[in-house]
T-cell receptor
Framework: GQQLNQSPQSMFIQEGEDVSMNCTSS?????WLWYKQEPGEGPVLLIA?????ELTSNGRLTAQFGITRKDSFLNISASIPSDVGIYFC???????????FGTGTRLQVTL | SQTIHQWPATLVQPVGSPLSLECTVE??????LYWYRQAAGRGLQLLFY??????ISSEVPQNLSASRPQDRQFILSSKKLLLSDSGFYLC??????????FGQGTRLTVV
């Protein structure tokens, strides 16, 4: 089946630093999505990308849909303590309506 | 606006007992529906997804089954729970382009 490899697995950064994480796939997707999950809750959608090459921002977050449609990255600028959580990428295959998640990046922000 | 309801929030069940988790969506029609399981500190494993009433795709052979008796209702079941069925179960819905929205999750502990 499809696999999404997400890196890094975890990050420990200082407040104010920029963060970058990425996702790669063995197959192409029609839509790339980025989510954040906090303990005990369901993931919350941050950014959705629909076209190869698309670059989209949501406040301090910026994500891009890779040209090959097999990868995506998420950048967080000027991190703050409330950015702490687990970030997941997800790829959607339109023909099968299947949504597959990456392995997650755990972000810790220190003051 | 669309909402997704998932219950119960927590559940403690003995080994060998049956399971039924229910998820309902409001405010949309013909959604794609998903069940995921998340082990502690791990990623989201896709268990089942459905593109319509009675249409279920299974991703992982296991002790669980899913049903979609109505357009906006998705049920996860087991006849006999195993210890390994413990985890955080998440229901989600998406539209045609893949943006998925999650319920609050059910934490299942099999004892």
């Amino acid at each position: 089946g499809q696999q999404l490899n997400q890196s890094p697995q975890s990050m420990f950064i200082q407040e104010g630093e920029d963060v970058s994480m990425n996702c790669t796939s063995s197959s192409i997707f029609n839509t790339w999505l980025w989510y954040k999950q906090e303990p005990g809750e369901g993931p919350v959608l941050l950014i959705a990308l629909y076209k190869a090459g698309e670059l989209t921002s949501n406040g301090r977050l910026t994500a891009q849909f890779g040209i090959t449609r097999k990868d995506s990255f998420l950048n967080i600028s000027a991190s703050i303590p409330s950015d702490v959580g687990i970030y997941f990428c997800a790829g959607f295959t339109g023909t099968a309506s299947k949504l597959t998640f990456g392995t997650g990046t755990r972000l810790q922000v220190t003051l | 606006s669309q909402t997704i309801h998932q219950w119960p929030a927590t559940l403690v069940q003995p080994v060998g007992s049956p399971l039924s988790l229910e998820c309902t969506v409001e405010g949309t029609s013909n959604p794609n529906l998903y069940w995921y399981r998340q082990a502690a500190g791990r990623g989201l494993q896709l268990l089942f997804y459905s593109v319509g009433i009675g249409q279920i795709s299974s991703e992982v052979p296991q002790n669980l089954s899913a049903s979609r008796p109505q357009d906006r209702q998705f049920i996860l079941s087991s006849k006999k729970l195993l210890l390994s069925d413990s985890g955080f179960y998440l229901c989600a819905w998406s539209g045609a382009v893949g943006e998925a929205f999650f319920g609050q999750g059910t934490r299942l502990t099999v004892v």
